[in-house]
């Protein structure tokens, strides 16, 4: 049987991960398949690609040899793809959106709940993660993200800035006085981030010098960081926009200048003619240009 472009795929993965187990799971595959698929593209080269052991698989020096053109050939078929899909023309089909933790949860299922009724032949699928998806490498279609992209051949279209604050429950504040100060900030219960370093950064670009140890609750789910807020733990950053849809939240040290988040949305130059995608991309600019207007949070 000669081998395809997805056992090429395979090789990758096994290169990647260093074992079969983990390259299953990074192509939804299971381990046997893989494991099949690696012996195919060995018995149609004639070569040895790995050496199995209890380490896992090791790349053999002819292996080695082939990776860069691996590499090459995924990558061309890649952007064929890319650009395929930019020339279609039909509505129909899937758009893939990534999004972080709160935009994923809290705002985009009702920002989008009226387009899927006016356009009912589009299925939307929603990655929520506060990893940055690899549009390049097609993981998604539209990438909405908080800061400016930077990757080659990306459109990126900047919708908003969105202002930030620091916010405290009128229930923790009933227990404690509100800081008026940045010093008094720190005899404070703060919520924060437990192994992200990009909350002590913004912190710091307000003038504001926190360790991790400064936070008392520490989280690195933003969902999670945010509810901390609403159950009165203590003092924690919010989107004012949103914060407002909260009336027992209280704005702490509001003169504090926190630099805003910008809101950006992306996608490849290859799909930007794409009608579905373009449809949905010009969509999501308007309505999250004021992104809290029609939502109830």
């Known amino acids: 049987m000669?081998?395809?472009?997805?056992?090429?795929?395979?090789?990758?993965a096994v290169v990647k991960h260093g074992s079969l187990l983990a390259a299953s799971k990074q192509l939804a595959l299971t381990q046997p398949t893989v494991g099949r698929h690696i012996d195919l593209l060995e018995d149609a080269l004639g070569i040895q690609l790995f050496t199995r052991g209890r380490a896992g698989m090791r790349l053999t020096e002819k292996g080695a040899d082939l990776v860069g053109v691996a590499n090459e050939i995924s990558g061309s078929a890649l952007e064929f793809e890319r650009?395929?899909?930019?020339?279609?023309?039909q509505i129909s089909g899937s758009v893939r959106l990534s999004t972080?933790?709160?935009?994923?949860?809290?705002?985009?299922?009702?920002?989008?709940?009226?387009f899927m009724q006016t356009h009912s032949e589009i299925d939307l699928e929603i990655v929520v993660t506060n990893a940055v998806s690899n549009l390049l490498q097609?993981?998604?279609?539209?990438?909405?993200?908080?800061?400016?992209?930077?990757?080659n051949d990306l459109i990126a279209r900047k919708v908003t800035d969105l202002p930030m604050g620091l916010y405290a429950h009128k229930n923790y504040l009933d227990r404690n006085d509100a800081p008026q100060t940045l010093a008094a900030l720190k005899q404070h219960v703060l919520i924060g981030q437990d192994r992200s370093p990009t909350l002590i950064a913004a912190f710091h670009s307000a003038g504001i010098d926190l360790t991790r140890g400064d936070f008392n609750f520490r989280c690195d789910d933003d969902v999670a960081a945010l509810h901390a807020v609403r159950a009165g733990i203590g003092i924690g950053p919010l989107h004012t926009g949103m914060a407002a849809r909260w009336?027992?939240?209280?704005?702490?040290?509001?003169q504090l200048d926190i630099p805003p988040l910008q809101l950006w949305l992306a996608c490849h130059a290859d799909v930007r003619h794409n009608k579905r995608i373009r449809l949905v991309m010009d969509f999501l600019a308007q309505k999250l240009s004021s992104p809290y207007a029609n939502c109830s949070i």
């Open 138 to 151: 097609r993981d998604a279609d539209i990438a909405i993200r908080m800061f400016r992209p930077t990757q």
């Open 2 to 12: 000669p081998y395809s472009l997805d056992h090429i795929r395979t090789f990758q």
């Open 247 to 254: 009336p027992d939240l209280v704005r702490i040290l509001p």
């Open 83 to 89: 650009v395929a899909a930019g020339l279609e023309e």
């Open 100 to 114: 972080n933790q709160i935009f994923g949860t809290l705002l985009l299922p009702g920002l989008v709940a009226a």
